[in-house]
Structure formats: structure tokens, C-alpha cells
């Protein structure tokens, strides 16, 4: 069972930057992609960054430039640093991880009930 924890949100102003971090306390299979994931009030939630197991990215075209997935397997971690925020950005955002198979089958979907996700951090940007 994986279990991760999201944290480093925040309120910034349109222009900002912030760096969310997961936790993951559980061992994370080698063969897990793990991904970020973002909920707006009235939206669906919606695939923003995922890394592959070697280290492979990819990104929502609204966030390509700006956003940046990284992860620390010794650490246990994952991380995505968000640079020119924008208040379109506002939403809740998420960690979730998955056999990399899988993962690639239903991203950039933000459904799956065969991933593991954390609870959520909050992130609201003003104008």
C-alpha cells in the first residue's frame, strides 16, 4: 500500500512561484509512474505533470514552460516546482501514483480508482 502526502501549497500572487512536495510513505515499485494532478471549483480534475520510473516528463500544454515534475527516490519524493503562476492555476492539486502501464493508459484523465493518491494541497493565485 502506497500512501502519499501533499504539501507546499499556498496563496501567491499572479507572477509567483511555489514548489509542492509529495511524500511517499510506502515503497514505491520501480516500475510506478507518478504524476500531479489539479482540480479547479466546478472542473474536472485534470493530469498536469507525470515522470516515468526512469525518469522520462511530460506536461499539460497549459503548464509546459512554466511547471517542472523532479523526483527524489531516495527521498521518497516528488515534487513540482511552479514558476509564473497564474490565476487560472488556481485548484487544488494532487499526487497519485501508478504502475506506469497503467498510468499511461488514463493520464491525462484525473480518474483512476487503481492509483494511489494523496489528499490534496490547495493552491490560489490573485491577480
Known amino acids: 500500500q502506497v500512501e502519499l502526502a501533499e504539501s507546499g501549497g499556498g496563496s501567491v500572487q499572479a507572477g509567483g512561484s511555489l514548489r509542492l512536495s509529495c511524500a511517499v510513505s510506502?515503497?514505491?515499485?520501480?516500475?510506478?509512474?507518478m504524476g500531479w494532478f489539479r482540480q479547479a471549483p466546478g472542473l474536472e480534475r485534470e493530469g498536469v505533470a507525470f515522470?516515468?520510473?526512469?525518469?522520462?516528463?511530460t506536461y499539460a500544454d497549459a503548464v509546459k514552460g512554466r511547471f517542472a515534475i523532479q523526483k527524489d527516490s531516495a527521498k521518497k519524493a516528488l515534487y513540482l516546482q511552479m514558476n509564473t503562476l497564474q490565476p487560472t492555476d488556481t485548484a487544488m492539486y494532487y499526487c497519485?501514483?501508478?504502475?506506469?502501464?497503467?498510468?499511461?493508459?488514463?493520464?491525462?484523465?484525473?480518474?483512476?480508482?487503481?492509483?494511489?493518491w494523496g489528499q490534496g494541497t490547495q493552491v490560489t493565485v490573485s491577480a
Open positions: 497519485a501514483a501508478d504502475a506506469c502501464w497503467r498510468f499511461t493508459r488514463w493520464w491525462p484523465s484525473g480518474f483512476s480508482n487503481d492509483a494511489y
Open positions: 510506502r515503497f514505491t515499485p520501480q516500475t510506478y509512474c
Open positions: 515522470i516515468t520510473y526512469d525518469g522520462s516528463t
